[in-house]
């Protein structure tokens, strides 16, 4: 059987001495949760920023008042200014974010409930990733923290 995802980071994490640190949106902190499920993750998770509004968004992690009203707050541009500003406030190495339209309503033409971007920064780059679910706000939300660690693990493994 081969171990959760979270374990895998984590092993991948603590062999390269690298930091984590999350900026959730949708998930409401669901990521953070299943990191910290991991005994010893304290040794390479430094912590997490749960930003729901714009304004956490721009506060707590820098995200410019432009991108959320010109893309709005369910972008990959907005994603990747989440990561990056969580790997900055919180020194990481590595930082993840995820933010999206769990549901039921919020919904848009052109971003339907589920719609979920995940980033990635890291020293060396970044990654972006849009996702579209078609559960009920606790699926949407459990298939999004799942998608993130996925899209977290394969950077990891493939960063320098």
């Known amino acids: 059987m081969t171990d959760p995802l979270e374990r895998r980071i984590g092993n991948v994490l ?3 001495g690298w930091t984590l640190a999350l900026a959730e949106s949708c998930t ?3 990521v953070g949760d299943r990191i910290t499920d991991v005994a010893g993750s304290s040794d390479y998770f430094i912590g997490s920023i749960v ?3 714009y304004e956490a968004k721009e506060r707590l992690l820098g995200v410019r008042h432009d991108t959320l009203y010109t893309h709005g707050a369910v972008s990959g541009e907005t994603a990747l200014e989440m ?3 969580a ?3 919180l020194g990481a190495d590595v930082a993840l974010a995820v933010t999206g339209i769990a549901g039921p309503g919020g919904g848009l033409p052109d971003k339907p409930v589920g719609t979920t971007w995940v980033a990635v920064s890291g020293r060396d780059g970044d990654a972006v990733e849009r996702f579209l679910w078609s559960g009920d706000r606790e699926v949407n939300k459990a298939k999004s923290a799942e998608a993130a660690l996925e899209v977290l693990l394969q950077f ?3 960063a320098r």
């Open 83 to 85: 990561a990056r500003g």
């Open 156 to 158: 990891v493994e493939k």
């Open 87 to 89: 790997r900055h406030a």
């Open 28 to 30: 409401g902190g669901k």
């Open 14 to 16: 603590r062999g390269r």
């Open 51 to 53: 930003a729901y509004s």
